[in-house]
């Protein structure tokens, strides 16, 4: 059996100190015996994200790490999207991410006497309408789709309060905004401008007179849950052709992440996207899952890009919260992949962990702070003791320079 090649991208498990954490950040502070052994045993320190006037991302740090420069080649987030939940995109169409939000009046209210339009009384109040599961967004995301689906305009399920909608011959150039930028703000200075935007804007007053007096939404409220009462459209653009990385570098290879957003670059790339199965706590990261998933198709591939990202309420949490996550990501994910890897001879694993594209310190480099990272190869003979660990403070005292991320996958390639 030939080398097994495996990335692991932890979105958000890079951090700032926080005061309630000594100044410590959580990976200083969590228990992370596997990622710690990779950095002593591997190449460690910094990857430079190029992303220079590009909103700050994960995606940016999975093309950039998969050898695509995002300056040049990313289209906005929903081509992706549509790509990893297999629709197929036309030239001239337009994917647009629609995101399921609550929005309330000035007051408080969010009923129809309320809600009346999108205007300046109207707050977005919760940019994940409360979480929202997937059977019940279907639902709503479906009778968006039978009243306001045409031949020019389609909606596709996708999870949770994440969807898409197509748009042939659609507008690119329109300025939008990302729902979690508007939060608890007044929605009117945020709709989206620009040729085309009307249609945009008609859409999502239309999305607010189906969805506000749906009985899914009726029935979240008796329940004490925040209602889906809204489409907030954002994150437009056109497919882009990207070079495949399986033929660049003559491998098999799949990507197991369960993001849509993620696979879909992967696809792009010319990688087989695999969707892990759930957890069994619901709303816990199916960390173990996903190492099982990977595991599984490195039997069959010499390559697997792994994405797992931190939910958002977690990765703005400021407290020990975030403590166990990181640990449940060390010992599930990264310490079953590595005793899988272990079974399967000899084999490189890349880890990096970039902060949340909600946060994270300036860093010159387009607002994108850079990614702590290691390059492994195992197994080794002699397993080195040494004091370092795979966190920010050791990331920056490394001896490896800043590395372009863009070259990570030469490396983790390479002959020798």
Request: glycine share 12%.
């Amino acid at each position: 059996m030939g080398m097994k090649y495996v990335v692991l991208h932890g979105e958000g498990l890079a951090d700032r100190p926080h005061p309630n954490l000594q100044g410590k950040t959580p990976l200083q502070v969590a228990g992370t015996p596997n990622m710690d052994f990779l950095a002593r045993n591997g190449e460690f320190g910094l990857l430079a994200i190029p992303a220079e006037g590009l909103t700050p991302g994960s995606d940016l740090t999975e093309l950039a790490m998969l050898g695509q420069d995002p300056r040049k080649s990313y289209p906005g987030p929903a081509p992706f999207d549509a790509a990893g939940l297999g629709v197929a995109l036309g030239d001239q169409d337009v994917a647009v991410r629609c995101h399921m939000v609550t929005l309330r009046s000035a007051q408080g209210g969010r009923g129809a006497a309320d809600l009346k339009k999108l205007g300046a009384n109207v707050i977005l109040e919760d940019e994940t309408a409360g979480g929202i599961q997937t059977e019940e967004a279907r639902e709503l995301i479906d009778a968006i789709n039978e009243q306001l689906g045409s031949e020019v305009i389609q909606f596709y399920p996708g999870t949770g309060h994440r969807h898409v909608m197509v748009w042939v011959g659609g507008k690119a150039r329109i300025t939008c905004h990302a729902p979690h930028d508007v939060k608890d703000k007044p929605v009117a200075d945020f709709l989206p401008t620009g040729e085309g935007s009307e249609i945009l804007r008609q859409v999502m007053e239309a999305s607010l007179v189906i969805l506000r007096d749906h009985p899914v939404n009726g029935q979240r409220e008796k329940e004490g849950l925040r209602p889906a009462n809204c489409l907030w459209l954002w994150g437009q653009g056109r497919a882009t052709r990207l070079p495949s990385l399986t033929e660049r570098f003559n491998v098999t290879g799949a990507i197991v992440s369960p993001s849509e957003l993620h696979r879909g670059i992967g696809i792009c790339l010319g990688l087989e996207g695999v969707a892990p199965t759930e957890g069994t706590v619901p709303g816990a990261v199916p960390y173990r899952s996903v190492a099982e998933a990977a595991l599984s198709e490195l039997e069959k591939k010499d390559f697997v890009y792994v994405h797992v990202g931190m939910p958002v309420e977690m990765a703005e949490e400021e407290s020990k919260a975030k403590l166990k996550l990181v640990e449940d990501f060390d010992r599930d994910l990264v310490g079953t992949l590595l005793g899988g890897l272990s079974k399967l001879g000899a084999h490189r694993v890349a880890l990096a962990c970039d902060h949340s594209g909600h946060q994270g310190p300036p860093s010159g480099q387009g607002g994108m702070p850079p990614a702590l990272f290691t390059l492994y190869q195992g197994p080794v003979a002699r397993p080195q003791d040494g004091a370092r660990g795979f966190n920010e403070a050791d990331a920056m005292e490394s001896q490896t320079k800043l590395l372009d991320a863009t070259k990570l996958m030469a490396r983790l390639f390479r002959k020798d």
